[in-house]
């Protein structure tokens, strides 16, 4: 079975600086996809960043980017230029590789990320 | 397009109640989701559905839960004889082939609070 952990259950950063959220895993499937996932206070889950685990690159989206260690099973995320819209809680997923179908999400606990004028 | 839709937003019940729980997929999505949030914590899978194949009901907690999927459209979760351990939000979520994107993309939830 897998499992997904997020160590931090809260962080906090100021405006314009850096934060790290750290996720790790455990799967023993070789082909699987992991994903960042922001919920705001309105409870609606919006996807951030994805990571497919054949890619040796890191994914980057704008001010998002991920730290892919496949053989450490870690999977962190760096938001930079932090803004206040930020903050939400941050759910690491992980998901199976499957070949006609997609598959369910495991989640972890999550983080929960303030930012500080 | 419209995104996925969930009613209602708020669901109010007593213990030992029956709740029906609808969720609207993005048009043209083929599998459908559900999970569980309880308060201050990571989402449950509870059940997926995938096209015409036979649902995925591994993460159903008890016989209580069910749902359904009508062909490739609206799906209903249904909770019999509520407890307050069901209180919790619930999300459905819905993708289209792995061809196309793998991505899930969530409703807005229903809050289910079981007094």
């Known amino acids: 079975a897998q499992t997904v952990t997020q160590s931090q259950p809260e962080m906090s950063v100021q405006e314009a600086e850096t934060v790290t959220l750290s996720c790790t895993y455990d799967?023993?499937?070789?082909?699987?996809?992991l994903f960042w996932y922001k919920q705001p206070p309105s409870r609606q889950m919006i996807l951030v960043i994805r990571q497919e685990a054949y890619k040796q690159q890191n994914a980057t989206e704008n001010r998002f980017s991920v730290n892919f260690q496949k053989a450490a099973k870690s999977f962190s995320l760096k938001i930079s230029d932090s803004q206040l819209g930020d903050t939400a809680m941050y759910f690491c997923?992980?998901?199976?590789?499957?070949?006609?179908?997609?598959?369910?999400?495991?989640f972890g606990t999550g983080t929960r990320l303030q930012v500080f004028p | 397009g419209a995104g996925v839709s969930q009613s209602p937003s708020n669901k109010v019940t007593e213990k030992g109640k029956d709740v029906e729980l609808r969720c609207d997929p993005i048009?043209?999505?083929?599998?459908l989701y559900w999970y569980r949030q309880r308060l201050g914590q990571g989402l449950e899978f509870l059940i997926y559905f995938q096209g015409n194949s036979a649902p995925d009901k591994s993460g159903l907690p008890s016989d209580r839960f069910s749902a359904e999927r009508t062909g490739e459209s609206v799906s209903t979760l249904t909770i019999q004889r509520t407890q307050q351990e069901d209180s919790a939000v619930y999300l459905c979520?819905?993708?289209?082939?792995?061809?196309?994107?793998?991505?899930?993309?969530f409703g807005p939830g229903t809050r289910l609070t079981v007094t």
């Open positions: 979520a819905s993708s289209s082939e792995p061809i196309v994107s793998y991505e899930q993309y």
């Open positions: 799967t023993s499937e070789s082909n699987y996809y």
């Open positions: 048009s043209g999505h083929t599998a």
């Open positions: 997923a992980f998901m199976k590789a499957r070949s006609y179908n997609t598959d369910k999400l495991i």
